[in-house]
């Protein structure tokens, strides 16, 4: 038995070396997949880390989590008339094993902002589940809408009702509920949120910026005439 530890250090250290190798060569492609999806948009590409999203973004709390924070793969451009930013994400966060040592745990995810050129309210969406079901047996609910199928299919948080029933009618409700499940947010400014808790591949990029394009295009005319129209734009990063 002795004789076969040295030989199970070195499967073990050969494991980790085809480990380390595959992940560069994931992230070789995934960066070129990108640059060649943001140059077929002649959007702007810049493959290397960005420390400055949490700063540029302050209002979303998913670029505030852990340490270590980052975006990198980040793009720039328009979906339609609005400039838009694309990106991945990492954070990591820290746990203890059960003999005391500290752990470090990586995550990343991708996500897209959206310009809307408007002063919005702030509201979140995302998916309902088993958790926020239990929250409600606590009495801690979210906005209920006339669409049943919304209601149970989504939850939403706004500070002001008003506000989720007017953006959130049923034309967008129906456009949410046959579209894909991303989590998204407005800020208490002009900027929207879309992402999910993983990895975008190319074309998830694609339907997130539509996605937000296509709730703000649903915001009604006579709500629009109300908020205010941003003066400027922040420079590039």
Do not use: C
Not at 118 to 133: C, H, Q, S, V
């Amino acid at each position: 038995m002795t004789a076969l530890i040295p030989f199970l250090f070195i499967a073990i250290f050969a494991l980790v070396v085809v480990a380390i190798v595959f992940g560069h060569m994931g992230a070789k492609k995934r960066r070129e997949e990108l640059a060649a999806w943001a140059r077929s948009r002649d959007w702007h590409y810049a493959e290397g880390e960005v420390s400055s999203l949490e700063d540029r973004f302050p209002s979303f709390g998913q670029l505030r989590q852990g340490d270590n924070r980052y975006g990198f793969n980040v793009m720039r451009g328009r979906v339609g008339h609005r400039r838009a930013h694309a990106f991945d994400y990492h954070y990591q966060t820290y746990s203890t094993d059960s003999k005391g040592r500290r752990q470090t745990h990586h995550h990343e995810f991708s996500a897209v902002v959206v310009d809307s050129g408007l002063e919005l309210t702030n509201l979140a969406l995302r998916p309902e589940g088993i958790f926020d079901k239990m929250k409600g047996l606590f009495g801690v609910d979210d906005i209920d809408f006339e669409s049943v199928e919304f209601s149970k299919a989504f939850w939403v948080t706004s500070p002001e009702k008003r506000w989720a029933y007017d953006v959130l009618h049923q034309e967008t409700m129906e456009y949410i509920l046959d579209g894909p499940r991303f989590h998204l947010e407005f800020e208490d400014g002009p900027y929207v949120i879309a992402l999910l808790a993983r990895k975008f591949k190319a074309p998830d990029f694609d339907d997130a910026l539509a996605f937000v394009d296509g709730i703000l295009d649903r915001i009604p005319k006579d709500i629009r005439k109300e908020l205010h129209n941003r003066a400027d734009y922040p420079p590039p990063l």
